[in-house]
């Protein structure tokens, strides 16, 4: 992969994970969704220098919806309404499958596309990711 879409999709996963841990309690065992907040947050590590976390192996914790500006709106549009052959719309509306589905393809990336695996670039914990799902889900 290219250094600058590594960069950008580091970027999109470390604003994410920067939300989901405003709302994920601390626990990555997956088993209940955070119950969103005022400000949900989340918190990731950036690999390279790029993205949210500001240099390489910094921790930074982050407004879901300003995660989400910086990390995923490259892909799935600033409004969320997706951008033509890279990344699908993240709207309540057309979010059809389940969380566990959306919390695979956020940690482990979808294979032959360019979503990225946000568990492993940016340390994304199920907590991180669930918190940004529901972000997804009940923000217009």
Known sequence: ???NARI??????SGIALLLAACGGGSDDG???????????VTATSE??????????????QPVADFFQVNCSACHGADRRG???????????????????????????????????WGQTADLGDAEIRTIITFLRTEP
Do not use: C, H, Q
């Not at 950008?8 to 996963?13: E, G, I, K, R, S």
């Open 1 to 3: 992969m290219a250094r």
């Open 8 to 13: 950008a999709l580091v970027t999109v996963v």
């Open 31 to 41: 088993d209940s969704t955070p119950a969103p907040t005022d400000t949900p947050v």
């Open 48 to 61: 390279d220098g790029g993205g949210a976390g500001g240099g390489e192996g910094m921790v930074k914790e």
């Open 83 to 117: 951008i033509s052959g890279l990344g699908l719309p993240l709207l309540p509306d057309a979010l059809t499958e389940d969380d566990d589905f959306y919390l695979d393809t956020i940690k482990n990336g979808r294979p032959g596309t360019v979503m990225p695996a």
